[in-house]
């Protein structure tokens, strides 16, 4: 049964329901501001999903006595628009760092109902129109402004019924999503299985095959041999191209070097970029070498460079190869073996670990002939193929309910939708 609605006079609300009213944030919440150390109250971080813990190997300042104090039930957003849509209702005593606004929730409102209506993409919209610039497109929030933030104002029953009903409706889509996600993780697992024993093992069950004598190897094909990858390619080659200094080539920073394919949008004057970044060129593989663009697959063939020549993150490694299939190294470099292997070397501290180029180099397997190579290359293109588009789909299921669910979560804490009668 619909119910009658009113324009609430909020352009980011819309409509409401006739009887509901209106209050500033600043007469529902009050800013808690209490300088702390981190020493005393345990790091927080808050992010998209709530208040957590304060991982290990999140980013920190040296500043561990400058924050602010978080009791258990406060609300606390990030006020830079670099993080939108990270905030929530803390479970947790603790602290934060200065740049998140601490609210305490007052009487004679639901805070689980304020939550999901801070949650919503307009609300994070309206909250990041007040803010202040600090360098380029970076807004920060005050609290002198968030207070005056005019928003709905349903009756303490009816924000009670919305925030339990969106408890429960969130949590079933989130389970469906959950599941979703570990078939997507079930699927890429079994997608690096299959890249993995293909290009170690070849493509006949029944060849015969021989002890390779190297560890990590194990048993290879009887015909294949052993080679190293600097045998095999070129690392990291230098630019020798005698292209004019005002040429256009693609520039692609480290988010453009994606899991098997490239993001070509930007480009560059060679002269710009030619000096401190890496030089590629059309069929090179480019390769993360830092973490955890490495761990996280991040590799590629070039493929439709302006001018056939790409600069990109001094954080990649290049390969050139000369005695191999530049498919049948794209999906070798995949592999777990190596994968692990390289990890397993990686230096440097925290975020900064890289894969060692005489690793690199010297890394020694079992390589087919070219003419297997090819058929390899081929058998794992249609393979792989087939996988990538079974996750596509679940990532548009999981997309599509992630739409819904801010749908519903909109609708409901403006009125616009009635929760059901139990």
Same mark, same amino acid.
């Given at each position: ?302 493929? +439709?460079? *302006?001018?056939? !020549? ?6 990649? /490694?290049? %390969?050139?190869?000369?005695?191999? &299939? ?23 501290? +925290?975020? *900064?670990?890289? !894969? ?6 010297? /890394?020694? %397997?079992?390589?087919?002939?070219? &003419? ?25 299921? *999981? ?24």
């Amino acid at each position: 049964m619909s119910r009658p609605m009113k324009d609430s006079g909020i352009a980011w609300i819309g409509q409401v329901p006739e009887h509901w009213e209106q209050a500033l944030i600043g007469s529902l919440y009050k800013l808690r501001n209490t300088k702390v150390s981190d020493k005393q109250f345990e790091p927080l971080s808050v992010t998209m999903r709530g208040i957590l813990h304060q991982l290990e190997n999140a980013a920190k300042t040296n500043d561990g006595d400058n924050r602010k104090l978080v009791k258990q039930g406060d609300f606390v957003i990030n006020s830079r628009s670099d993080r939108r849509g990270a905030c929530g209702i803390s479970k947790y005593d603790g602290s934060v760092s200065l740049i998140n606004l601490v609210l305490v929730p007052q009487n004679h409102m639901n805070p689980g109902y304020y939550n999901w209506l801070f949650h919503t993409s307009a609300f994070a919209d309206e909250f990041y129109k007040w803010g202040h610039g600090i360098v380029d497109d970076l807004w920060t929030t005050r609290w002198q402004d968030m207070k005056n933030i005019t928003i709905p104002l349903p009756s303490l029953q009816e924000q009670q019924r919305i925030a339990d009903y969106l408890d429960k409706k969130c949590a079933e889509v989130e389970g469906l999503s959950s599941n979703i996600q570990k078939q997507i993780e079930a699927l890429e697992q079994y997608k690096r299985a299959v890249i993995t024993e293909t290009v170690t093992k070849g493509l006949n069950p029944s060849v015969p095959m021989k002890d390779s004598g190297i560890p990590w190897v194990g048993q290879s094909p009887a015909h294949w041999g052993i080679k190293r990858i600097k045998f095999c390619c070129e690392l990291s080659p230098k630019f020798h191209n005698k292209l004019s200094p005002n040429t256009l080539v693609s520039f692609l920073p480290m988010e453009c070097v994606k899991q098997g394919f490239l993001v070509i949008e930007k480009e560059a004057e060679l002269q710009d970029v030619k000096n401190g970044y890496t030089y590629f060129r059309e069929n090179d593989i480019i390769m993360a070498k830092v973490t955890p663009c490495f761990e996280n697959g991040n590799i590629a063939i070039a493929k +439709g460079l *302006l001018n056939n !020549v790409g600069f990109g993150s001094s954080e990649l /490694y290049v %390969f050139r190869p000369h005695k191999i &299939s530049v498919p049948f190294l794209f999906y070798f470099l995949q592999n777990t073996i190596f994968k692990n292997q390289a990890q397993s070397v990686m230096y440097g501290t +925290g975020g *900064l670990k890289r !894969v060692p180029s005489e690793f690199i180099k010297n /890394y020694q %397997f079992a390589c087919p002939p070219q &003419s297997e190579q090819q058929a390899i290359a081929e058998y794992l293109d249609n393979k792989c193929s087939k996988i990538d588009t079974i996750i596509q789909d679940k990532q548009q299921q *999981l997309e599509k309910l992630e739409q819904y669910k801010k749908a519903i979560i909109f609708e409901y804490v403006t009125g616009k939708k009635q929760v059901p009668e139990a």
